[in-house]
């Protein structure tokens, strides 16, 4: 068929404007454009000349609005558009750029259609506004289709914007036709629109996005004036003009070399370390706490991240106080002081950082052009330098100048430690040095293409800056000896044969230069040794001067940069006023003024030789992380770890890491503890506050390997008795609708053995499966919030028993498996439809035909609270409230409250009617009748310290061990501690205290504590005849009364209720039923006031005992009683007394 040509709508395209870029899960996927069809189309006309178009809504941005905008052009088709109904129509995507596309675009040719629609520019490739695609919509099944390849499709073709995040800086992101849209029916509808995992963006990455998207003229730098020029001004910095020569004359030139090829070795690998993670993905702003946090997680990043942009804002007045003390020497030595040195030193100071700060605050534009005006200052002193050394001049020798010497290089070479230092103090004091190298990584928000800007600038500077140090070094070694008096008299007149200088050589005698008696010049004397070599002096304090600034500025920008992004992530929520950005460069102007008050405060103490090993360490310990980060994503095996820049290896990063925490400790000891204890503190907080952000780290990958790795090794262990742990499949239902059930079994599960909380969904099949996928991830965080240590599964069937089954054979892994099924009791079994019960029953036949262990628990309460909204409100008031008559709780009065705690509700489950806490519930509100308060109590009775009680354990039937081992388990956790286990068995009247001594015996090879063992001699003596009379008429609306009819009418009930109980069952079981109404007057005799009952469960043959008539002794033995575990294992040894 042709396709007819549609106009291009603009309305939408237009709208977009004005709201953040990048489509939300309730928006619409396109933008439709329904054209109507002739009747007679088929013939091959154009169809549009027959119909107008009708254009939908410009503002139909969700669903619905594109459906009724399809309904309102369908009802203004003609009379022969009936026909069409069910072809495809010609529809159009928006263009995001909202330019109205040329008409003779949106004719689909289908005979000459060349690759679908995906033909598209290079533009369009990379962006989402370019290109423009046609889309198919079919009227009967409100289905989209994309013409592709040929054919009519709705699968869509690989596109970049599929892959952005949700409001992405670089585009905007379009959503791929989901799973269900291609795979379900067609008269369905659709699932919800969703992400993919892991994609989901929190809302301070989708205000970043938005602000980077609104941008517009937004300055971005290169990987030359962004990277290389700033680390190339941060490393050379005052070391270059002032230290340089000092440490030539104490470490040799050999040495020096050693110093700086060490220092270039921690630096390289951490720069290759920086490479790998800024090319594994796309880099924002944020420098080093971004490429940590996303690395390594929020906990590293948010520590580090705070303390670098700290040391970077105190690292401005290191610079800037540097500077001062510059200026105001000049001015000393030209007797120009104002008030006194100090004073004057804050004075200039103060000045300096203002400027700075105005320079900071105009732009990143401005100050990267001031940066260039001082690199290219800095390089004329560098060359100025060069050219100076090959003029030696007379007037300069006295001072230790004299020209490029042999003999003053081999007097340099080794090394001439003086005043306390060694090679690792002369170490320490040049290593910050090269801590610059970050400079650029620091603005990655305003760098064009952080990935290739920053590996390519990182490393060329650090290659040129370390040839730069060491050519300085072997020159200054090689031209200016040690020591040198600067007195013209000090020439040799005639011979000295006792002197062995290279002075001497040369006509000076500066033997007189000792340890004692010290001279103003030489290596290790003069500190502007460099300025007196120079051809012209002043360029080289101008040197000075341009790398004190440009280290200042530098450090101005980068530390409200990392604290803006620190900020935006939310990680500490305090300090979110300063996340927010202003203009088109979105400058965090709060955090400059938070830096330039750090850094004032900081020039006004003025005192910061102790304060500045400690910075260097922040800095070190960034550095040690990004190292670290490296190895650990190498070493999770992440496929997503795939960097783009391949120079690295995993152990060398490791290496670099050691190196990092090694150098900090010989910068200075005590400050490496400071900031090991600092970095230490912030990491416990940040995850003790568990920020709610999903970076996809490291550690996330790491922890899944080693889980997963752990797993498999666990498969080749053998099982022993003395491994024991019961695992346990609780069929819980919703979490949150059984707190007792929960909390009790995780008592004596937490840290001991599994627990897999089973929640069976039933129902129609589409709805459940969508339930199933928002279940797990609500539920899970619920369990892991509420600090249950337990899994969570749900799964869909068509019956309870189905899904039961469905869970017993395949929950858990390898050898994390349940091998116990936990369920509560149905205490609404007389009242309900009795296949339940069937249902019920059949459980726990299922969970013994498959060796699991059974435990039944029972509150006289009940279990289940689900039909009650808002329950840790209900308990909090209580607890506050003086009369518990005045709670007002929402009650779901279509529930009941005694449901069957194993089975789901559907309305209990909903997302509307969850158990979860609805604040904003719409139901009416009533007060909370008297049952109702007891069963919330009663449901948080295990969330509380127990106090000094007992555990009853009424171990009548060896079943291999659990009905005692689950006591031990719950008195070694704190809340059961102060509970005595007492043991009660059966026995006979005549050999009690036989039996009694072998009990103690047996407990005894178990080395397990009891308080007292207690036999039943009177175990079966018959029960009272109220209590029977009771029994009998609970079972009688269940009873088949088969002996009052024909064999054959009997057996066809029997097949049609297989729950009902037969005249020749209850004579046959006549002694085990008196047995649990005996049971029952006992326990309510012996245990009435314990804490908590542990019992034997009694076993119903399969096939042989009706579900009614086992329901009957389950209640009759369990009825008005404390908290009662009706426990039955697997009948295989859990306890050894071996060791």
């Given at each position: 068929?042709?396709?007819?040509?549609?106009?291009?709508?603009?309305?939408?395209?237009?709208?977009?404007?004005?709201?953040?870029?990048?489509?939300?899960?309730?928006?619409?996927?396109?933008?439709?454009?329904?054209?109507?069809?002739?009747?007679?189309?088929?013939?091959?006309?154009?169809?549009?000349?027959?119909?107008?178009?009708?254009?939908?809504?410009?503002?139909?941005?969700?669903?619905?609005?594109?459906?009724?905008?399809?309904?309102?052009?369908?009802?203004?088709?003609?009379?022969?558009?009936?026909?069409?109904?069910?072809?495809?129509?010609?529809?159009?995507?928006?263009?995001?750029?909202?330019?109205?596309?040329?008409?003779?675009?949106?004719?689909?040719?289908?005979?000459?259609?060349?690759?679908?629609?995906?033909?598209?520019?290079?533009?369009?490739?990379?962006?989402?506004?370019?290109?423009?695609?046609?889309?198919?919509?079919?009227?009967?099944?409100?289905?989209?289709?994309?013409?592709?390849?040929?054919?009519?499709?709705?699968?869509?073709?690989?596109?970049?914007?599929?892959?952005?995040?949700?409001?992405?800086?670089?585009?905007?992101?379009?959503?791929?036709?989901?799973?269900?849209?291609?795979?379900?029916?067609?008269?369905?509808?659709?699932?919800?629109?969703?992400?993919?995992?892991?994609?989901?963006?929190?809302?301070?990455?989708?205000?970043?996005?938005?602000?980077?998207?609104?941008?517009?003229?937004?300055?971005?730098?290169?990987?030359?004036?962004?990277?290389?020029?700033?680390?190339?001004?941060?490393?050379?910095?005052?070391?270059?003009?002032?230290?340089?020569?000092?440490?030539?004359?104490?470490?040799?030139?050999?040495?020096?070399?050693?110093?700086?090829?060490?220092?270039?070795?921690?630096?390289?690998?951490?720069?290759?370390?920086?490479?790998?993670?800024?090319?594994?993905?796309?880099?924002?702003?944020?420098?080093?706490?971004?490429?940590?946090?996303?690395?390594?997680?929020?906990?590293?990043?948010?520590?580090?991240?705070?303390?670098?942009?700290?040391?970077?804002?105190?690292?401005?007045?290191?610079?800037?106080?540097?500077?001062?003390?510059?200026?105001?020497?000049?001015?000393?030595?030209?007797?120009?002081?104002?008030?006194?040195?100090?004073?004057?030193?804050?004075?200039?100071?103060?000045?300096?950082?203002?400027?700075?700060?105005?320079?900071?605050?105009?732009?990143?534009?401005?100050?990267?052009?001031?940066?260039?005006?001082?690199?290219?200052?800095?390089?004329?002193?560098?060359?100025?330098?060069?050219?100076?050394?090959?003029?030696?001049?007379?007037?300069?020798?006295?001072?230790?100048?004299?020209?490029?010497?042999?003999?003053?290089?081999?007097?340099?070479?080794?090394?001439?430690?003086?005043?306390?230092?060694?090679?690792?103090?002369?170490?320490?004091?040049?290593?910050?040095?090269?801590?610059?190298?970050?400079?650029?990584?620091?603005?990655?928000?305003?760098?064009?293409?952080?990935?290739?800007?920053?590996?390519?600038?990182?490393?060329?500077?650090?290659?040129?800056?370390?040839?730069?140090?060491?050519?300085?070094?072997?020159?200054?070694?090689?031209?200016?000896?040690?020591?040198?008096?600067?007195?013209?008299?000090?020439?040799?007149?005639?011979?000295?044969?006792?002197?062995?200088?290279?002075?001497?050589?040369?006509?000076?005698?500066?033997?007189?230069?000792?340890?004692?008696?010290?001279?103003?010049?030489?290596?290790?004397?003069?500190?502007?040794?460099?300025?007196?070599?120079?051809?012209?002096?002043?360029?080289?304090?101008?040197?000075?001067?341009?790398?004190?600034?440009?280290?200042?500025?530098?450090?101005?920008?980068?530390?409200?940069?990392?604290?803006?992004?620190?900020?935006?992530?939310?990680?500490?929520?305090?300090?979110?006023?300063?996340?927010?950005?202003?203009?088109?460069?979105?400058?965090?102007?709060?955090?400059?003024?938070?830096?330039?008050?750090?850094?004032?405060?900081?020039?006004?103490?003025?005192?910061?030789?102790?304060?500045?090993?400690?910075?260097?360490?922040?800095?070190?310990?960034?550095?040690?992380?990004?190292?670290?980060?490296?190895?650990?994503?190498?070493?999770?095996?992440?496929?997503?770890?795939?960097?783009?820049?391949?120079?690295?290896?995993?152990?060398?990063?490791?290496?670099?890491?050691?190196?990092?925490?090694?150098?900090?400790?010989?910068?200075?000891?005590?400050?490496?503890?400071?900031?090991?204890?600092?970095?230490?503190?912030?990491?416990?907080?940040?995850?003790?506050?568990?920020?709610?952000?999903?970076?996809?780290?490291?550690?996330?990958?790491?922890?899944?390997?080693?889980?997963?790795?752990?797993?498999?090794?666990?498969?080749?262990?053998?099982?022993?008795?003395?491994?024991?742990?019961?695992?346990?499949?609780?069929?819980?239902?919703?979490?949150?609708?059984?707190?007792?059930?929960?909390?009790?079994?995780?008592?004596?599960?937490?840290?001991?053995?599994?627990?897999?909380?089973?929640?069976?969904?039933?129902?129609?099949?589409?709805?459940?499966?969508?339930?199933?996928?928002?279940?797990?991830?609500?539920?899970?965080?619920?369990?892991?919030?509420?600090?249950?240590?337990?899994?969570?599964?749900?799964?869909?069937?068509?019956?309870?028993?189905?899904?039961?089954?469905?869970?017993?054979?395949?929950?858990?892994?390898?050898?994390?498996?349940?091998?116990?099924?936990?369920?509560?009791?149905?205490?609404?079994?007389?009242?309900?439809?009795?296949?339940?019960?069937?249902?019920?029953?059949?459980m726990m036949h299922d969970a013994f035909d498959f060796q699991y262990g059974v435990v039944v628990i029972r509150l006289k309460e009940g279990l289940d609270i689900s039909h009650i909204q808002g329950q840790?409100?209900?308990?909090?008031?209580?607890?506050?409230?003086?009369?518990?008559?005045?709670?007002?709780?929402?009650?779901?009065?279509?529930?009941?409250?005694?449901?069957?705690?194993?089975?789901?509700?559907?309305?209990?489950?909903?997302?509307?009617?969850?158990?979860?806490?609805?604040?904003?519930?719409?139901?009416?509100?009533?007060?909370?009748?008297?049952?109702?308060?007891?069963?919330?109590?009663?449901?948080?009775?295990?969330?509380?310290?127990?106090?000094?009680?007992?555990?009853?354990?009424?171990?009548?039937?060896?079943?291999?061990?659990?009905?005692?081992?689950?006591?031990?388990?719950?008195?070694?956790?704190?809340?059961?501690?102060?509970?005595?286990?007492?043991?009660?068995?059966?026995?006979?009247?005549?050999?009690?205290?036989?039996?009694?001594?072998?009990?103690?015996?047996?407990?005894?090879?178990?080395?397990?504590?009891?308080?007292?063992?207690?036999?039943?001699?009177?175990?079966?003596?018959?029960?009272?005849?109220?209590?029977?009379?009771?029994?009998?008429?609970?079972?009688?609306?269940?009873?088949?009364?088969?002996?009052?009819?024909?064999?054959?009418?009997?057996?066809?009930?029997?097949?049609?209720?297989?729950?009902?109980?037969?005249?020749?069952?209850?004579?046959?079981?006549?002694?085990?039923?008196?047995?649990?109404?005996?049971?029952?007057?006992?326990?309510?005799?012996?245990?009435?006031?314990?804490?908590?009952?542990?019992?034997?469960?009694?076993?119903?043959?399969?096939?042989?005992?009706?579900?009614?008539?086992?329901?009957?002794?389950?209640?009759?033995?369990?009825?008005?009683?404390?908290?009662?575990?009706?426990?039955?294992?697997?009948?295989?040894?859990?306890?050894?007394?071996?060791?």
């Amino acid at each position: 068929m042709s396709a007819p040509s549609s106009n291009t709508s603009q309305g939408l395209a237009g709208d977009l404007a004005l709201k953040p870029i990048g489509q939300t899960p309730s928006q619409s996927r396109f933008q439709v454009d329904l054209v109507a069809e002739a009747a007679g189309a088929a013939s091959g006309g154009d169809a549009s000349q027959s119909t107008k178009p009708t254009t939908a809504s410009p503002d139909a941005t969700g669903d619905k609005s594109a459906s009724d905008s399809g309904k309102q052009a369908t009802s203004q088709h003609p009379p022969g558009g009936e026909e069409a109904k069910g072809r495809f129509r010609v529809v159009n995507f928006v263009d995001p750029s909202g330019a109205e596309s040329p008409p003779e675009l949106n004719v689909v040719n289908t005979d000459g259609f060349q690759n679908g629609d995906t033909v598209m520019s290079e533009g369009s490739l990379h962006s989402s506004t370019g290109g423009h695609h046609h889309y198919y919509y079919d009227t009967h099944t409100n289905t989209y289709y994309l013409r592709t390849f040929g054919h009519n499709t709705i699968d869509a073709v690989p596109r970049i914007d599929f892959y952005r995040q949700t409001a992405a800086p670089l585009g905007e992101k379009l959503l791929r036709p989901s799973l269900a849209e291609l795979h379900d029916e067609l008269d369905k509808e659709p699932f919800e629109d969703g992400y993919a995992n892991g994609e989901e963006t929190t809302p301070a990455q989708e205000a970043a996005a938005k602000e980077a998207n609104e941008g517009k003229g937004v300055v971005k730098f290169g990987w030359i004036k962004g990277v290389l020029v700033r680390c190339m001004l941060n490393i050379w910095g005052v070391m270059l003009f002032i230290r340089m020569t000092w440490i030539v004359g104490q470490a040799g030139i050999a040495l020096s070399f050693a110093i700086i090829l060490m220092a270039t070795v921690v630096t390289t690998i951490t720069g290759m370390s920086t490479s790998a993670i800024a090319t594994n993905g796309f880099v924002r702003g944020g420098g080093a706490y971004y490429l940590i946090s996303r690395s390594l997680g929020p906990e590293f990043g948010g520590s580090i991240g705070l303390i670098f942009a700290f040391a970077n804002a105190v690292a401005v007045a290191m610079y800037v106080v540097g500077f001062a003390e510059t200026v105001v020497e000049m001015l000393k030595e030209s007797d120009l002081l104002m008030i006194d040195q100090t004073n004057d030193i804050r004075i200039v100071g103060t000045i300096t950082v203002i400027l700075l700060l105005g320079i900071s605050v105009a732009g990143m534009e401005w100050e990267s052009k001031a940066q260039l005006v001082l690199l290219v200052i800095l390089i004329a002193a560098i060359f100025n330098y060069v050219i100076g050394s090959f003029i030696p001049m007379e007037s300069k020798e006295s001072k230790g100048f004299f020209g490029y010497k042999g003999e003053i290089m081999m007097e340099n070479m080794g090394p001439d430690f003086r005043d306390g230092e060694t090679f690792f103090s002369v170490f320490a004091i040049f290593f910050p040095a090269a801590t610059g190298i970050l400079a650029g990584a620091n603005i990655s928000g305003d760098l064009a293409d952080p990935q290739l800007a920053i590996p390519r600038g990182t490393l060329l500077a650090i290659l040129i800056t370390t040839i730069v140090y060491l050519g300085i070094a072997f020159s200054t070694g090689s031209c200016i000896v040690r020591d040198a008096t600067g007195n013209i008299n000090s020439t040799i007149v005639g011979t000295l044969t006792n002197c062995t200088q290279a002075a001497c050589k040369s006509g000076y005698d500066f033997s007189s230069c000792t340890s004692v008696t010290k001279c103003a010049y030489g290596l290790q004397n003069d500190f502007q040794v460099m300025s007196l070599v120079s051809g012209f002096g002043p360029l080289i304090s101008a040197g000075i001067f341009s790398a004190t600034l440009s280290s200042a500025l530098a450090s101005l920008v980068s530390a409200p940069k990392v604290f803006q992004a620190l900020c935006k992530d939310n990680i500490y929520p305090s300090l979110g006023v300063f996340a927010k950005g202003y203009g088109k460069n979105n400058e965090p102007l709060r955090g400059y003024m938070l830096t330039f008050v750090i850094a004032l405060g900081f020039i006004l103490i003025a005192e910061l030789n102790t304060i500045a090993p400690i910075i260097s360490n922040f800095f070190l310990a960034s550095y040690a992380l990004i190292n670290f980060s490296v190895f650990h994503a190498s070493l999770a095996k992440s496929p997503g770890w795939r960097p783009g820049f391949k120079y690295y290896n995993m152990w060398v990063s490791l290496i670099g890491a050691v190196m990092c925490c090694a150098v900090m400790f010989v910068i200075n000891w005590w400050a490496a503890l400071v900031t090991y204890v600092i970095v230490l503190a912030l990491y416990i907080y940040v995850t003790y506050k568990k920020p709610d952000v999903n970076w996809g780290s490291s550690t996330q990958a790491l922890t899944y390997l080693q889980a997963l790795q752990h797993s498999i090794r666990l498969t080749g262990v053998e099982d022993h008795i003395k491994n024991f742990r019961p695992q346990c499949l609780v069929m819980i239902g919703p979490p949150n609708s059984r707190p007792a059930l929960l909390n009790l079994v995780d008592a004596f599960t937490k840290n001991v053995g599994l627990m897999v909380c089973g929640h069976v969904r039933m129902g129609p099949r589409r709805q459940a499966f969508k339930e199933l996928a928002n279940d797990q991830a609500r539920y899970q965080r619920w369990l892991l919030r509420n600090k249950t240590k337990a899994f969570y599964t749900p799964v869909y069937a068509e019956d309870l028993r189905e899904g039961c089954q469905f869970l017993l054979q395949a929950a858990g892994l390898g050898r994390l498996r349940p091998n116990t099924l936990v369920v509560g009791f149905k205490s609404n079994w007389r009242d309900g439809d009795m296949k339940d019960v069937e249902t019920y029953i059949n459980m726990m036949h299922d969970a013994f035909d498959f060796q699991y262990g059974v435990v039944v628990i029972r509150l006289k309460e009940g279990l289940d609270i689900s039909h009650i909204q808002g329950q840790e409100e209900l308990l909090a008031s209580q607890e506050k409230s003086a009369t518990p008559k005045e709670v007002v709780v929402h009650v779901d009065q279509g529930k009941e409250s005694d449901a069957d705690s194993s089975k789901p509700s559907s309305k209990a489950t909903s997302e509307h009617n969850s158990p979860a806490i609805q604040k904003e519930a719409k139901s009416p509100s009533t007060p909370l009748n008297l049952a109702d308060q007891k069963l919330l109590a009663a449901s948080k009775q295990f969330q509380k310290k127990q106090g000094k009680g007992t555990i009853d354990v009424w171990w009548l039937f060896d079943d291999g061990g659990l009905t005692l081992l689950i006591p031990y388990l719950l008195t070694n956790k704190k809340k059961w501690k102060d509970c005595k286990i007492r043991v009660f068995i059966g026995g006979k009247i005549n050999r009690i205290d036989h039996d009694r001594r072998t009990m103690a015996t047996l407990l005894s090879k178990f080395r397990m504590d009891f308080s007292d063992i207690t036999v039943l001699g009177d175990i079966n003596t018959k029960p009272k005849k109220e209590n029977i009379a009771v029994f009998e008429e609970m079972i009688e609306p269940f009873k088949l009364n088969d002996d009052d009819m024909e064999q054959d009418a009997a057996e066809k009930m029997k097949a049609e209720e297989p729950w009902k109980i037969t005249d020749n069952e209850l004579e046959i079981y006549k002694t085990k039923t008196y047995r649990q109404i005996r049971l029952n007057e006992l326990l309510k005799e012996h245990s009435s006031t314990a804490n908590l009952i542990v019992m034997s469960m009694p076993l119903a043959r399969k096939g042989a005992v009706s579900s009614a008539l086992y329901m009957a002794w389950l209640e009759t033995l369990s009825k008005d009683l404390p908290p009662i575990q009706l426990v039955r294992g697997n009948h295989q040894s859990v306890l050894t007394f071996y060791s």
